[in-house]
């Protein structure tokens, strides 16, 4: 069983940045895909970013330029940096991590990012 912790979430003015970390309980990012997802009340889950076991990064055209995930594998955490904030990007925001070959996928319970002045 995996577990995956998030924090690094807040308030923030339109423009700035904010940081989010996953830390998961196992060493699991040599052989599970660690992705962002973030989620409006009444919205589907929506994709951020992904990144893979080999370390390929890919992002939906709203975040490109702005959103950068890694990854600190001494230290099992996936990390999602976000600048350039706009109030559209208010939601929660999930990690999540899925094996490669078995496709066992785990989630972490969100923390809140709210873009306001």
Same mark, same amino acid.
Not at 18 to 23: E, G, K, M, N
Not at 82 to 94: C, F, H, Q, R
């Given at each position: 069983?995996?577990?995956?912790?998030?924090?690094?979430?807040?308030?923030?003015? @339109?423009?700035? $940045?904010?940081?989010?970390?996953?830390?998961?309980?196992?060493?699991?990012?040599?052989?599970?895909?660690?992705?962002?997802?973030?989620?409006? @009340?009444?919205?589907?889950?929506?994709?951020?970013?992904?990144?893979?076991?080999?370390?390929?990064?890919?992002? @939906?055209?709203?975040?490109?330029?702005?959103?950068?995930? $890694?990854?600190?594998?001494?230290?099992?955490?996936?990390?999602?940096?976000?600048? $350039?904030?706009? @109030?559209?990007?208010?939601?929660?925001?999930?990690?999540?991590?899925?094996?490669?070959?078995?496709?066992?996928?785990?989630?972490?319970?969100?923390?809140?990012?709210?873009? $306001?002045?």
């Amino acid at each position: 069983q995996v577990q995956l912790v998030e924090s690094g979430g807040g308030l923030v003015q @339109p423009g700035g $940045s904010l940081r989010l970390s996953c830390a998961a309980s196992h060493n699991i990012f040599s052989t599970y895909n660690g992705r962002w997802y973030r989620q409006v @009340p009444g919205n589907q889950r929506e994709w951020v970013a992904t990144i893979t076991t080999g370390g390929s990064t890919d992002y @939906p055209d709203s975040v490109k330029g702005r959103f950068t995930i $890694s990854r600190d594998g001494a230290k099992n955490t996936l990390y999602l940096q976000m600048n $350039s904030l706009k @109030p559209e990007d208010t939601a929660v925001y999930y990690c999540n991590a899925q094996h490669t070959w078995t496709r066992s996928s785990y989630w972490g319970q969100g923390t809140q990012v709210t873009v $306001s002045s």
